[in-house]
């Protein structure tokens, strides 16, 4: 299973450069990344316009972040040193650790959403 | 098409991601799932006969906002506070929490919803209503108020 995928985009999100291999390289070449990864597309302007040192930006466990990856990925964007039009978007799958992650927080959360509802019966009663 | 961000965020087991299906999918379950991360999806909604475009992200839950991670906020329309009417816990923050939204995001839209409508009696909503004062009251259970909350988002993201 491919884990990894890093892909140098243009202003308009066509992929300018690719390495890895979790899309095909055919593809890459008529998709516009931007308009593929809604996670992407609702930020593009704003990273358009980001100043370079608040670069990279990562989004960590993105659920299912483009129609063909299912699953969890990382996010990270770069800018391309020395050409502020480009971005550097690298997607690692993240899967695995992501659901142990899920499954500490589930007992987690369980237990505090027990507890708190415990409570709110116990108070509602006693009023 | 013009599209915009709109962030749904509060506590954890509040609804977010129920409404987030609701309104999506037109779905619901009754099992809750931890979300982690994000989960990213969008629904067109027409606004005066015009399309729009509302991308929505669905965070991992947070007692306090201060853990949300700020790349979060960015480049965001709106902002969707969930507390449960249900867990008087889940608003003990409220007042810090939408300051802090609003030092992150100076002018963005800001909606409080109290969220699991159907659990509580309608003398508690009055009481709740006066203590939180929520933008809307809803159910993603039942689906009361969910489309009129995002519909009512979209018009005012339109005309902001």
């Keep these: 299973m491919p884990q990894q995928q890093i892909l140098i985009l243009s202003r308009q999100g066509y992929t300018l450069q690719a390495d890895g291999a979790l899309f095909p390289r055919h593809w890459l070449l008529h998709h516009s990344m ?8 609702s930020i ?3 990273l358009m316009a980001l100043p370079a040192d608040q670069f990279p930006v990562q989004f960590r466990f993105v659920d299912s972040p483009h129609p063909v ?20 978007l690298t997607i690692e799958r993240c899967t695995f650790e992501a659901l142990q992650l899920r499954k500490a927080l589930q007992l987690k959360n369980t237990a505090a ?12 009663k006693c009023v | ?28 379950s009754d099992q809750y799932l931890t979300t982690i991360g994000v989960k990213v999806d969008k629904r067109v909604v027409d ?3 015009e399309p729009l475009s509302l991308i929505l992200w ?16 960015l480049g965001a329309s709106a902002v969707i506070y969930v507390f449960d009417l249900s867990r008087k816990q889940t608003a003990d923050n409220l007042k810090s929490d939408l300051k802090l939204i609003q030092k992150i995001l100076p002018g963005c839209l800001i909606k409080v919803v109290g969220n699991k409508k159907d659990l509580v009696s309608e003398e508690e909503l009055i009481i709740l209503e006066r203590t939180h004062n929520p933008d809307f009251l809803t159910s993603a259970k039942t689906g009361e108020n969910v489309e009129t909350l995002f519909m009512e988002i979209a018009s005012e993201l339109v005309s902001y």
């Design chain 2, 1 to 28: 098409m013009t599209s915009r961000k709109v962030l749904i965020t509060g506590s954890f087991a509040v609804g977010k991601t129920s409404l987030f299906h609701r309104f999506v999918y037109n779905t619901f």
């Design chain 2, 58 to 73: 669905d965070i991992a839950g947070e007692v306090s906002q201060k853990k949300v991670p700020k790349t979060y906020f």
């Design chain 1, 69 to 88: 990856l299912n699953g969890y990925y990382h996010l990270t964007v770069h800018i391309v040193p020395g050409s502020s039009a480009r971005l550097r």
């Design chain 1, 113 to 124: 959403l027990y507890q708190q509802q415990r409570e709110f019966t116990f108070l509602s």
């Design chain 1, 44 to 46: 593009w302007e704003t």
């Design chain 1, 34 to 41: 931007r308009d593929d990864f809604p996670i992407l597309d």
């Design chain 2, 47 to 49: 606004v005066s006969g």
